[in-house]
C-alpha cells in the first residue's frame, strides 16, 4: 500500500469515527504535503529520521501550534498504520510536539455584547445572534442544526459536537423570544434552523461568519469580532457569575477538564485587572 492509498484508507475510517469534515479537511493539507516531501512510497520505508528531517524542513515560518498540529496528524496517521498491520513498527512513535503556550482566549465584555445586539437589524440576525451567545454552540454545530432539533417548550436544543457527540444546549429568553419571530417569519420548508436571506438553504459556515461580522460592524465595536468569540464570551459569563468548571465543561462539550481550565485562568486575569483599577 503506498502513501496516498494508504491515507485514503484512515481518511475514510476517521470518517466513520466521527471527525468532522473541518478536521479532515486539515489533515488532508497535511497528507498532501507528506505525500510532496516522501513522493507516494510505501510506508514501510517511511524512517524516524526521515520524519524528523520533513518536520525540521518544514518548521520554517511556522507557528508552533502550527507545527503541533502537523506532528499530531503524523502521529495519529502512522499509528493507525502500525495498528493496522501496514507497518511493522512506527517510526513516529517517539516524535514529541513542540511546547504551545496556552493563549487566554479572547472574550468580550459585557457592553460590547450589548452593543452587538443593538447592530442586528433582523429577527434573523438577532436570533442567530441570541442563539450564539446564549449557547455557547460552536458555529459549525450551529450550521448543521435542525428546526426539529429544538425544543422551544424548556429553550434547549440537542447538536451534535466534535466526535459526532450529541448534548443539550441551551438558551435564554431573549433568544427564545427571537428565535420564536424569526421562525414564524419564514415561509420556506428547509429543515435547517438558519437560512440564506436569498433563495433560503442551510447557511454555510462562511455565510453565518459574514452574518456575524456585518453585525459587528454596525455596533462600531473598534476590534475584529469572529463567532468564536460569542463562545468564549458565553464561557467567561458563566465563570464569572459562578458556574463551576465541570458545568461549563459539560454545557461546552469538552471531553478534557484542562481545555475549560483555561477560562480559570481569564477569570484570574479579570480579577488583577479590576485589582488595579480600584486598589
Same mark, same amino acid.
Given at each position: 500500500?503506498?502513501?496516498?492509498?494508504? #491515507?485514503?484508507?484512515?481518511?475514510?475510517?476517521?470518517?466513520?469515527?466521527?471527525?468532522?469534515?473541518?478536521?479532515?479537511?486539515?489533515?488532508?493539507?497535511?497528507?498532501?504535503?507528506? $505525500?510532496?516531501?516522501?513522493? !507516494?512510497?510505501?510506508?514501510?520505508?517511511?524512517?524516524?529520521?526521515?520524519?524528523?528531517?520533513?518536520?525540521?524542513?518544514?518548521?520554517?515560518?511556522?507557528?508552533?501550534?502550527?507545527?503541533?498540529?502537523?506532528?499530531?496528524?503524523?502521529?495519529?496517521?502512522?499509528? #493507525?498504520?502500525?495498528?493496522?498491520?501496514?507497518?511493522?513498527?512506527?517510526?513516529?512513535?517517539?516524535?514529541?510536539?513542540?511546547?504551545?503556550?496556552?493563549?487566554? @482566549?479572547?472574550?468580550?465584555?459585557?457592553?460590547?455584547?450589548?452593543?452587538?445586539?443593538?447592530?442586528?437589524?433582523?429577527?434573523?440576525?438577532?436570533?442567530?445572534?441570541?442563539?450564539?451567545?446564549?449557547?455557547?454552540?460552536?458555529?459549525?454545530?450551529?450550521?448543521?442544526? !435542525?428546526?426539529?432539533?429544538?425544543?422551544?417548550?424548556?429553550?434547549?436544543?440537542?447538536?451534535?459536537?466534535?466526535?459526532?457527540?450529541?448534548?443539550? $444546549?441551551?438558551?435564554?429568553?431573549?433568544?427564545?423570544? #427571537?428565535?420564536?419571530?424569526?421562525?414564524?417569519?419564514?415561509? !420556506?420548508?428547509?429543515?435547517?434552523?438558519?437560512?440564506?436571506?436569498?433563495? @433560503?438553504?442551510?447557511?454555510?459556515?462562511?455565510?453565518?461568519?459574514?452574518?456575524?461580522?456585518?453585525?459587528?460592524?454596525?455596533?462600531?465595536?473598534?476590534?475584529?469580532?469572529? @463567532?468564536?468569540?460569542?463562545?468564549?464570551?458565553?464561557?467567561?459569563?458563566?465563570?464569572?457569575?459562578?458556574? @463551576?468548571?465541570?458545568?461549563?465543561?459539560?454545557?461546552?462539550?469538552?471531553?478534557?477538564?484542562?481545555?475549560?481550565?483555561?477560562?480559570?485562568?481569564?477569570?484570574?486575569?479579570?480579577?488583577?485587572?479590576?485589582?488595579?483599577?480600584?486598589?
Amino acid at each position: 500500500m503506498q502513501l496516498t492509498k494508504a #491515507w485514503e484508507a484512515y481518511k475514510a475510517e476517521k470518517r466513520i469515527e466521527g471527525f468532522s469534515p473541518h478536521t479532515l479537511n486539515a489533515y488532508q493539507l497535511q497528507a498532501n504535503l507528506l $505525500v510532496r516531501h516522501f513522493q !507516494d512510497v510505501n510506508p514501510q520505508s517511511v524512517a524516524t529520521q526521515g520524519i524528523k528531517d520533513y518536520l525540521a524542513l518544514s518548521s520554517e515560518g511556522l507557528k508552533p501550534s502550527s507545527l503541533a498540529h502537523r506532528v499530531r496528524f503524523i502521529r495519529s496517521f502512522f499509528r #493507525w498504520l502500525h495498528e493496522e498491520g501496514h507497518i511493522t513498527t512506527n517510526p513516529a512513535a517517539k516524535i514529541k510536539e513542540p511546547k504551545v503556550g496556552k493563549r487566554i @482566549p479572547k472574550f468580550l465584555t459585557e457592553r460590547e455584547i450589548e452593543h452587538l445586539s443593538e447592530g442586528c437589524h433582523s429577527a434573523m440576525e438577532k436570533a442567530l445572534f441570541e442563539f450564539m451567545f446564549s449557547t455557547g454552540c460552536r458555529i459549525g454545530e450551529i450550521v448543521s442544526l !435542525d428546526k426539529n432539533c429544538i425544543n422551544i417548550g424548556n429553550r434547549s436544543a440537542i447538536v451534535r459536537g466534535k466526535g459526532d457527540k450529541e448534548r443539550e $444546549v441551551y438558551f435564554n429568553i431573549r433568544c427564545d423570544i #427571537w428565535l420564536k419571530r424569526y421562525l414564524q417569519e419564514r415561509t !420556506d420548508q428547509e429543515p435547517a434552523i438558519f437560512v440564506t436571506e436569498r433563495n @433560503p438553504h442551510r447557511m454555510s459556515i462562511a455565510q453565518m461568519s459574514y452574518v456575524i461580522k456585518r453585525i459587528s460592524s454596525r455596533a462600531g465595536i473598534d476590534k475584529s469580532i469572529h @463567532p468564536h468569540q460569542l463562545l468564549h464570551s458565553y464561557a467567561t459569563h458563566l465563570l464569572n457569575n459562578g458556574a @463551576p468548571l465541570d458545568v461549563i465543561q459539560s454545557l461546552l462539550g469538552h471531553e478534557r477538564s484542562e481545555t475549560t481550565r483555561i477560562y480559570a485562568q481569564l477569570s484570574g486575569k479579570l480579577r488583577q485587572e479590576f485589582y488595579r483599577k480600584y486598589f
